[in-house]
């Protein structure tokens, strides 16, 4: 087991150990063939880019801003930026334009690395809004650059400004000055108010975090990794700086469409997800079974319940199966689980960490009764990912969010929230000593939102305490701004999002009666009552599109997808508004919640 280094060593320390073998296996933009790099070239490579990034005059704890998808260069610029201690910011690839905007001008970034057409368009419109940008370098050669950019330049040429290694001096100096205390990343997350808040991630809080998991989860050198959560994502950064620490080969998935069949042609041996990822998987595997007759139906349900038996009722629970239970299952494994496996290119599966979200429990226990150790867990940004996590040599149960890793010390306040302190916790805000201070109890604890409670050593979440959703993909979504920009629209009155521990945004709108009633008369709309009037398809179809024009701004996570226009208003008589008019969430889902469930049927 290798044990944590800073990370401005970590790559140049493995390929010290590990010289030619296999370090990275990925695809070029808009390529079909996977590549490899060894541990030698990602050592080299992160080496030039340090040096072109002390020719762009980028400064100890200057903040570098990457917004991409997954890719090679995404890793060689983290690396390649902790070398000469500065930060890291990353970018969802999918962010609007306010939403970087924002975020250069919060960190005064100066030099923005971007993946392709799209993130460079993005940011060559905001530029002119962003004082203190002055460089954007594109990853993908193919991009167009607008003709009268000239302070751009494609990543080629600027690796051009680190061959040779010309302030490689100066770089080992960095090396040298390096601490624990110094910024790794800033990752901005939403806010409730619409802008996000950075939250600051040090070196030792990245050591802390991958001692920790190194003592829990079973992750080696022989392990092929693959990351399509994306970078962006604290869950993802934190577990491929993990593979990177002992060794494994780190699968760098691009297109995050592709990745069942990037796992078909590389074969991991694990992986990070949200549960969405593994309800897909459940849904297609279901698909195949209703695909057959009847007799292997039976089969195929039979060899479930008797995984479920075998690893759900007593693996999962440190209980011994049974002789007969333990060979019907060997049976089943090795013929029907096993072709499972081989078809989602999971033939040496190892263990597959999933958070994010919550799991749902016949979600959870499929899973396991087919074989692949899920490892449910539980964490946040500002823990730097993990907080707890099923642990595989002891009980576990489906439902928990696992045990705390180690190094973590956890409170549950008189009102159920999960406080934590541990130096996997962030210091703070970036630039808002404020929310800083208001995140922390007056004994240091950090202040999750989340309610819970510990049973015979695990934790279980009950409810969200803050005003902050976060979808079944693991992407947070501050209600509250969603709808305060759809308000303005004069057909709308009154409106929900709904989000949280769902795929997808919808909403459920009260539309302004009178003006409805007023356009359907001029359009022709014959309507005998409300119910008619809001579920007339044409009125649909006008608020679609009136809403589409409104979201424009946002990222595509935050979006509405469905909706559905309600015939009656939310009231205080029925419980689902305040005396201040202000929403009542808990009650609108539950009298609602039949119209919330037909937005979500596949």
Same mark, same amino acid.
């Given at each position: 087991?290798?044990?944590?280094?800073?990370?401005?060593?970590?790559?140049?320390?493995?390929?010290?150990?590990?010289?030619?073998?296999?370090?990275?296996?990925?695809?070029?933009?808009?390529?079909?063939?996977?590549?490899?790099?060894?541990?030698?070239?990602?050592?080299?490579?992160?080496?030039?880019?340090?040096?072109?990034?002390?020719?762009?005059?980028?400064?100890?704890?200057?903040?570098?801003?990457?917004?991409?998808?997954?890719?090679?260069?995404?890793?060689?610029?983290?690396?390649?930026?902790?070398?000469?201690?500065?930060?890291?910011?990353?970018?969802?690839?999918?962010?609007?334009?306010?939403?970087?905007?924002?975020?250069?001008?919060?960190?005064?970034?100066?030099?923005?690395?971007?993946?392709?057409?799209?993130?460079?368009?993005?940011?060559?419109?905001?530029?002119?809004?962003?004082?203190?940008?002055?460089?954007?370098?594109?990853?993908?050669?193919?991009?167009?650059?607008?003709?009268?950019?000239?302070?751009?330049?494609?990543?080629?040429?600027?690796?051009?400004?680190?061959?040779?290694?010309?302030?490689?001096?100066?770089?080992?100096?960095?090396?040298?000055?390096?601490?624990?205390?110094?910024?790794?990343?800033?990752?901005?997350?939403?806010?409730?108010?619409?802008?996000?808040?950075?939250?600051?991630?040090?070196?030792?809080?990245?050591?802390?975090?991958?001692?920790?998991?190194?003592?829990?989860?079973?992750?080696?050198?022989?392990?092929?990794?693959?990351?399509?959560?994306?970078?962006?994502?604290?869950?993802?950064?934190?577990?491929?700086?993990?593979?990177?620490?002992?060794?494994?080969?780190?699968?760098?998935?691009?297109?995050?469409?592709?990745?069942?069949?990037?796992?078909?042609?590389?074969?991991?041996?694990?992986?990070?997800?949200?549960?969405?990822?593994?309800?897909?998987?459940?849904?297609?595997?279901?698909?195949?079974?209703?695909?057959?007759?009847?007799?292997?139906?039976?089969?195929?349900?039979?060899?479930?319940?008797?995984?479920?038996?075998?690893?759900?009722?007593?693996?999962?629970?440190?209980?011994?199966?049974?002789?007969?239970?333990?060979?019907?299952?060997?049976?089943?494994?090795?013929?029907?689980?096993?072709?499972?496996?081989?078809?989602?290119?999971?033939?040496?599966?190892?263990?597959?960490?999933?958070?994010?979200?919550?799991?749902?429990?016949?979600?959870?226990?499929?899973?396991?009764?087919?074989?692949?150790?899920?490892?449910?867990?539980?964490?946040?940004?500002?823990?730097?990912?993990?907080?707890?996590?099923?642990?595989?040599?002891?009980?576990?149960?489906?439902?928990? /969010?696992? @045990?705390? #890793? *180690?190094? %973590?010390? &956890?409170?549950?306040? =008189?009102?159920?929230? !999960?406080?934590?302190?541990?130096?996997?916790?962030?210091?703070?805000?970036?630039?808002?000593?404020?929310?800083?201070?208001?995140?922390?109890?007056?004994?240091?604890?950090?202040?999750?939102?989340?309610?819970?409670?510990?049973?015979?050593?695990?934790?279980?979440?009950?409810?969200?305490?803050?005003?902050?959703?976060?979808?079944?993909?693991?992407?947070?979504?501050?209600?509250?701004?969603?709808?305060?920009?759809?308000? /303005?629209? @004069?057909? #709308? *009155?009154? %409106?929900? &999002?709904?989000?949280? =521990?769902?795929?997808? !945004?919808?909403?459920?709108?009260?539309?302004?009666?009178?003006?409805?009633?007023?356009?359907?008369?001029?359009?022709?709309?014959?309507?005998?009552?409300?119910?008619?009037?809001?579920?007339?398809?044409?009125?649909?179809?006008?608020?679609?599109?009136?809403?589409?024009?409104?979201?424009?701004?946002?990222?595509?996570?935050?979006?509405?997808?469905?909706?559905?226009?309600?015939?009656?208003?939310?009231?205080?008589?029925?419980?689902?508004?305040?005396?201040?008019?202000?929403?009542?969430?808990?009650?609108?889902?539950?009298?609602?919640?039949?119209?919330?469930?037909?937005?979500?049927?596949?």
């Amino acid at each position: 087991m290798q044990t944590s280094s800073h990370l401005s060593v970590l790559v140049q320390k493995r390929a010290a150990q590990y010289g030619d073998r296999e370090a990275l296996i990925y695809k070029d933009f808009g390529g079909d063939r996977w590549k490899s790099c060894s541990w030698n070239r990602f050592a080299a490579t992160v080496k030039t880019v340090s040096n072109a990034l002390l020719n762009l005059g980028v400064q100890v704890q200057e903040n570098v801003g990457v917004f991409s998808q997954n890719c090679k260069e995404y890793l060689f610029c983290d690396y390649g930026a902790w070398g000469i201690r500065a930060v890291t910011i990353p970018f969802y690839a999918t962010c609007s334009e306010q939403q970087i905007e924002f975020m250069i001008n919060d960190a005064k970034v100066r030099v923005l690395f971007v993946g392709e057409q799209e993130q460079y368009d993005k940011a060559h419109r905001v530029r002119t809004l962003c004082p203190t940008l002055e460089r954007i370098v594109v990853f993908d050669r193919t991009v167009s650059l607008n003709a009268d950019d000239r302070n751009t330049l494609y990543f080629e040429d600027f690796m051009k400004m680190g061959e040779g290694l010309p302030r490689q001096t100066e770089v080992n100096q960095r090396y040298k000055e390096a601490n624990r205390t110094d910024l790794a990343n800033i990752l901005y997350t939403s806010g409730t108010t619409g802008n996000s808040k950075g939250v600051m991630l040090t070196h030792g809080q990245y050591m802390a975090a991958i001692d920790a998991n190194l003592k829990c989860v079973r992750v080696s050198e022989k392990d092929r990794i693959l990351n399509f959560l994306p970078f962006a994502h604290i869950f993802e950064k934190a577990w491929a700086a993990l593979g990177v620490t002992v060794g494994a080969t780190l699968i760098v998935n691009t297109d995050p469409r592709e990745v069942q069949k990037s796992m078909r042609e590389t074969h991991p041996t694990s992986m990070c997800a949200v549960p969405r990822f593994w309800e897909k998987v459940l849904i297609g595997v279901e698909q195949k079974i209703e695909s057959y007759n009847s007799v292997m139906r039976r089969v195929f349900h039979n060899a479930l319940a008797i995984g479920r038996k075998h690893n759900v009722e007593c693996v999962s629970r440190g209980k011994k199966p049974s002789p007969i239970l333990h060979l019907q299952y060997e049976m089943v494994n090795k013929t029907i689980f096993s072709l499972i496996r081989k078809e989602l290119g999971l033939e040496n599966a190892n263990i597959f960490p999933t958070a994010g979200a919550t799991v749902a429990p016949h979600v959870e226990e499929f899973v396991h009764s087919i074989g692949l150790d899920m490892v449910v867990g539980y964490g946040l940004t500002e823990s730097l990912a993990t907080v707890s996590c099923d642990h595989l040599d002891k009980p576990y149960t489906m439902g928990s /969010v696992g @045990r705390l #890793i *180690d190094s %973590i010390e &956890i409170k549950i306040s =008189e009102e159920g929230e !999960v406080l934590l302190k541990g130096p996997t916790i962030t210091p703070g805000y970036y630039n808002r000593d404020d929310l800083t201070a208001a995140a922390f109890d007056e004994e240091g604890y950090f202040r999750t939102g989340d309610a819970g409670y510990m049973k015979n050593g695990e934790l279980y979440l009950t409810d969200r305490i803050k005003d902050l959703f976060k979808t079944s993909n693991g992407k947070y979504i501050a209600p509250q701004m969603i709808e305060s920009k759809l308000l /303005v629209d @004069r057909y #709308i *009155d009154q %409106i929900a &999002i709904i989000a949280d =521990e769902r795929k997808f !945004v919808s909403a459920l709108i009260v539309p302004d009666y009178a003006l409805l009633e007023e356009y359907a008369r001029t359009n022709d709309i014959a309507f005998g009552s409300r119910e008619q009037l809001c579920a007339d398809t044409r009125i649909y179809l006008m608020m679609m599109e009136r809403i589409a024009t409104i979201q424009q701004q946002l990222a595509h996570y935050e979006k509405v997808k469905r909706f559905t226009l309600l015939p009656r208003p939310f009231t205080m008589a029925e419980g689902e508004l305040t005396n201040t008019l202000k929403l009542k969430r808990q009650v609108i889902y539950r009298n609602f919640s039949d119209e919330i469930e037909k937005m979500y049927e596949e």
